[in-house]
């Protein structure tokens, strides 16, 4: 199965998104077709189907959803390699909301 990989962080300071759930989506947004969580230092992988256009959703610390797409060079939409290759998403940045006094 293909794998998509990648590293979150926060845009403002560079610190990981730690423990934060990922949704692999398709193309419709409704349908969940993966999940996992990142790391301790914000990195997550998962197998997701061959040839796939998908989204993916970030559930933060926050669980405030930020969605990113995998596209290809040229930001056209990218389906996902056959069997045994990777996808990398050098990182996502996420803007943290402010906390709520």
Same mark, same amino acid.
């Given at each position: 199965m293909p794998i998509l990989e990648g590293l979150c962080v926060d845009s /403002? /300071?560079?610190s990981p998104i730690i @423990?934060? +759930?990922i949704q692999v989506r398709d *193309? $419709? =947004?409704r349908?969940? &077709?993966a999940t996992t969580n990142t790391d301790e230092k914000g990195a997550f992988s998962v197998d997701i189907p061959e040839g *796939? =256009? &998908?989204w993916c959703c970030l559930f933060g610390q926050i669980y405030q959803p930020i969605c @990113? *797409? +995998?596209t290809d060079d040229e930001g056209a939409w990218n389906p996902i390699p056959p069997e045994g290759r990777r996808v990398r998403v050098? $990182? +996502?940045k996420v803007t943290l909301a402010p906390a709520v006094e």
């Open positions: /403002d /300071d560079g @423990f934060g +759930v *193309q $419709s =947004k349908n969940i &077709i *796939q =256009k &998908i @990113f *797409q +995998v050098e $990182s +996502v």
